[in-house]
DNA sequence: ATTATTGCAAAGCTTTTGCAATAGG
DNA sequence: CCTATTGCAAAAGCTTTGCAATAAT
């Protein structure tokens, strides 16, 4: 499962071990790419396969594979930081956009990156070399919007 | 100092009380607008001015703010969240871009709004409708750069 | 063989909460 | 007067760290 060679290179080049729990992190985030796993949530599965594993060593794990650009680190303000694997093929995906609903939680990818012009004129403007960016957008996802008008606008809480 | 009378009719609307804690947070935030103030950040000013306040207050306060739509918070992954007060006259006025920089950890803010475009086809292809949006750019500040420059490109931590 | 890495438990953070005292409308 | 709000201290997360044991090159 999963390209585990890209991972051993990676480690490499900075002479880091190729370790088992760092192959079973990986795995387990080259699986769930949809998922955006936080480090409980790792954890947790990977102690079904690997129940020696300690929590800390996903953290540390994370920490290194952030380090080295493998993971991407999200923060959706909701208690804890979840982990997006960049994929080995493409290095100039670097785009993060994500749609929050203020009311279920629910996180929705966009494909469209139409911040090319926007990047554009910072890096001019204020000569900052931009390495990536993350897009947050929240608001209300088109569930809870029909929600809302079946209940006819009630509020919720 | 500060227009009170802003909050006290923000609060009124859905009958919260005007404390003299919340003021100061409130005089505070609009005084600093500028910087991002963190809640630790915020009570170390206050404590100044209003000795007895403790912080589990401030904390309070900020939800209650942020709830309100008073001020928007922020996160730049340094262990906190901060906070925004959000401009009293201008509705429209969702927008926070910045840039952060990777090496020194300075968050610049930036004026342009191209996001537009993107709004719409979001809002439209995803049914999804926005309230608000954070982007964050990571990078290399324009001082950084120069900094690199100068030592012939040599690489730090 | 050496040194990085791990697991465990303890510690460190920021943030939240329970409760009696206080203060705002 | 009545109830929301506060301060304090304790608790509750998530994350990091120290250290001896273990595993990778």
Redesign the interface.
């Known amino acids: 499962m999963g390209c585990v060679e890209f991972l051993k290179e990676k480690l490499g080049e900075r002479n880091f071990k190729l370790t088992n729990q760092r192959k079973v992190v990986f795995e387990i985030l080259t699986e769930k790419k949809e998922e955006h796993l936080s480090p409980e949530e790792i954890y947790e599965h990977i102690k079904d396969i690997y129940p020696e594993i300690g929590l800390a060593t996903i953290y540390r794990t994370l920490q290194l594979f952030e380090e080295i650009g493998l993971v991407y680190?999200l923060?959706f303000?909701d208690g804890c930081?979840r982990y997006e694997i960049l994929s080995p093929n493409n290095k100039e995906v670097h785009q993060h956009h994500h749609?929050i609903?203020?009311k279920c939680g629910k996180i929705?990818e966009?494909k469209?990156d139409?911040?090319n012009?926007?990047?554009e004129?910072?890096e001019k403007?204020?000569?900052?070399?931009?390495?990536?960016?993350?897009?947050?957008?929240?608001?209300?996802?088109?569930q809870c919007?029909n929600k809302e008008n079946n209940n006819g606008n009630r509020k919720e809480t």
Chains 1, 2 share one sequence.
Do not use: A, P, W
């Not at 900052?128 to 929240?138: D, G, R, S, W, Y």
């Open positions: 680190k923060n303000d930081y749609l609903c203020k929705i966009v469209e139409l911040m012009s926007l990047e004129i910072i403007q204020y000569n900052f070399e931009i390495k990536n960016h993350i897009v947050k957008f929240t608001g209300i996802c088109s919007r």
